[in-house]
């Protein structure tokens, strides 16, 4: 059974920091790429993050890019995300996400229930 499971989140304010990470198990995690997906109540969900099955090659939305940097342990079946000078907007819940594929094609069939991220004064 695949499983994720996000932790990390918090209140921070802003022009803070914050780590999520996200823990997996149930299928050969170095095989896929990872996603960091973010979703806000009432909106669809936005893609933030993707990092490919090796580690070697990642891609940003626009929104965070500069600020976040996603990377992977696999001997560790971890996935992280470093997230730097946090603004208001980057509040939502987050998501870890497995890929179908081993590079970052953002199709998902996988997702974790979550990490609360609030970025407020």
């Known amino acids: 059974e695949v499983q994720l499971v996000e932790s990390g989140g918090g209140l921070v304010q802003p022009g803070g920091s914050l780590r999520l990470s996200c823990a997996a198990s149930?299928?050969?995690?170095?095989?896929?790429?990872m996603s960091w997906v973010r979703q806000v109540p009432g909106k669809g969900p936005e893609w933030v993050s993707g990092?490919?099955?090796?580690?070697?090659?990642?891609s940003y939305a626009d929104s965070v890019k500069g600020r976040f940097t996603i990377s992977r342990d696999n001997a560790r079946n971890t996935l992280y995300l470093q997230m730097n000078s946090l603004k208001v907007e980057d509040t939502a819940v987050y998501y870890c996400?497995?890929?179908?594929?081993?590079?970052?094609?953002?199709?998902?069939?996988?997702r974790g229930q979550g990490t609360q991220v609030t970025v407020s004064t």
């Open positions: 990092i490919h099955s090796g580690g070697g090659s990642a």
């Open positions: 996400a497995k890929d179908r594929y081993s590079w970052s094609s953002k199709v998902h069939d996988y």
């Open positions: 149930g299928f050969a995690f170095d095989d896929y790429a």
